[in-house]
């Protein structure tokens, strides 16, 4: 993902899309992890649209991006992104911790070693661990799952 890419701070109701996004690869922040200063501080400083879902609260503030989307479906979500911001070009699949949002590091075979069961060592060659939370990442079938489901969304290339 290049540094021009669209970063995002979503609403709380709108996790599932959160999530979608950091799927794809997107720096997005769910507003429901942090106090609204902060966000509101977060949005402008990082230049990151904050996706909405209902404009009528009160807590718009000068100097931040928002951006309303209108579907409740998490697929229509991102098509409206991507007709708004064409986001598409700038995604980068599974980079992303599902969790913390940092970009993943590829991880050696031995850095994993009790960390995950030893079926799945012997399973996979690619490892990746968040540097926040040391989740571990290996292509299996969730991974599997998330492909197909955003293939099924209309994203290509997976």
């Known amino acids: 993902m ?13 996790f599932p899309l959160c999530k979608a996004l950091r799927m794809l690869g997107f720096d997005a922040l769910s ?7 902060t966000a509101i501080e977060r949005a402008i400083e990082e230049r ?3 996706v909405r879902r ?9 100097g931040v991006r ?24 700038y995604a980068k699949p599974f980079s992303r911790c599902l969790k913390c949002n940092l970009t993943l590091v590829e ?17 996979f060659e690619q490892f990746y661990i968040c540097p926040e939370c ?9 991974l599997q799952r998330m492909k197909k489901k955003l293939l ?6 997976l």
């Open 2 to 14: 290049t540094d021009d890419a669209p970063k995002f701070i979503l609403d709380r109701e709108l």
């Open 31 to 37: 507003r429901g992890d942090m106090a609204l200063e």
């Open 48 to 50: 990151r649209i904050w």
């Open 54 to 62: 209902d404009m009528d609260t009160p807590s718009l503030q000068y």
């Open 66 to 89: 928002y951006f309303m989307v209108h579907s409740d479906d998490e697929a229509d979500q991102l098509q409206e992104l991507q007709f708004q911001y064409s986001i598409s070009r």
């Open 107 to 123: 991880a050696e075979r031995e850095a994993v070693v009790g960390r995950i069961p030893e079926k799945i060592l012997a399973s």
């Open 134 to 142: 040391e989740r571990v990442y290996w292509p299996g079938s969730h």
């Open 152 to 157: 099924a969304w209309g994203w290509k290339g």
